[in-house]
Every structure is written in structure tokens, then in C-alpha cells.
């Protein structure tokens, strides 16, 4: 019996799943609530991502033989997170800097009036055009986030799907 590799399972579920996942930023952009951070929006993207990471888990384990170990689901989920995050790397620096380069400037400027209507005394007196210059250099975080995050949630629900869906007496 031939040996199943997860990598193919990895890439082609990953790029599928990260296909659907930038689909639906698409969507989000052209609908102009790609701003708002709902906690729908949230939601979706993470029942993406895990739906991904699922279904690409069962195909392994019915490719082979009804099989999966513990540590192959948890290498499946993390990688497919890998891939999805990568893509959304990548769309993400094509967004600000192609599509709409002014994003991060309007994302600051909504983060100031949210901030200045919840918790005015946060912003210090502070004006939106020194808010937009202090918060301009952490937006560069957002895509090593984007990246950790997604691969920590990848990886712990790998870890809870692994427990569930792993052979008898394997671990």
C-alpha cells in the first residue's frame, strides 16, 4: 500500500480554502464593508478557514485507508493556515497599496471616531491628523498578524479536530 503525502492534501486544500477566503474580501470590497470588523464578518472567515482545514482532513484520512493520526491533522491544519495566510498576506499589501492605496488612513480614521465616541479620554486631546501620524507605523503589524494569527487558529483547531477524527489507538 502506497504511502499518502499530507503536502498534497496541504496545498491543494490551502489554495482552494485561501481562494474562497479572498473570494469573500472581494465580495466584502465591492460591497463596501470591507471597513466594518463585525463580528459576522469574523465568524465567516474563521468557518472558512476551518471548514478548509476539515474537509482536507477527511480527504486524507478517506484516501487513506480511513487513517489519519493526530500529527498528520495537526500538520494538515497548519499548513492550509500557512497557505490561507500567505494569500491574505498577499492580497492584503495588493489592497493597500494597488486597489485602494488611502485603506489604512480610512481604517485609522474610522478607528478615531469609534475611539473618540467610546473612550474619548484614550485619545489625549488628540486631533485626527496626529492620531492618522502616531497609528501610521503600527499598521506594518498587520501582516505579521494576519500571518500568526491565522496559523495559531489553524493550529488549535487542528489539535481539537485531531482529537475527534484521529484512528482508534493512534495518537
Not at 22 to 29: E, P, R, V
Not at 57 to 84: D, H, P, Q, V
Request: aromatic share 16%.
Amino acid at each position: 500500500m502506497e504511502e499518502i503525502n499530507t503536502k498534497k492534501y496541504i496545498l491543494e486544500y490551502g489554495i482552494w480554502t485561501g481562494i474562497v477566503s479572498i473570494t469573500f474580501a472581494i465580495m466584502l470590497f465591492f460591497l463596501e464593508a470591507h471597513y466594518e470588523n463585525s463580528t459576522s464578518t469574523q465568524l465567516i472567515n474563521g468557518l472558512i478557514q476551518f471548514s478548509g482545514i476539515t474537509i482536507a482532513c477527511l480527504a486524507f484520512k478517506k484516501a487513506n485507508s480511513n487513517k489519519i493520526t493526530w500529527l498528520e491533522t495537526r500538520k494538515i491544519g497548519t499548513g492550509i493556515s500557512l497557505i490561507i495566510a500567505i494569500i491574505a498576506i498577499i492580497y492584503t499589501l495588493l489592497l493597500t497599496n494597488f486597489i485602494e492605496p488611502d485603506f489604512m488612513n480610512k481604517v485609522l480614521e474610522l478607528s478615531y471616531y469609534d475611539t473618540m465616541e467610546q473612550y474619548p479620554e484614550a485619545l489625549a486631546n488628540m486631533d485626527l491628523n496626529q492620531f492618522i501620524e502616531t497609528s501610521m507605523p503600527w499598521t506594518y503589524l498587520t501582516y505579521p498578524f494576519i500571518l500568526f494569527f491565522s496559523v495559531l487558529f489553524g493550529f488549535v483547531y487542528s489539535v481539537i479536530l485531531g482529537l475527534f477524527i484521529k484512528s482508534k489507538n493512534e495518537f
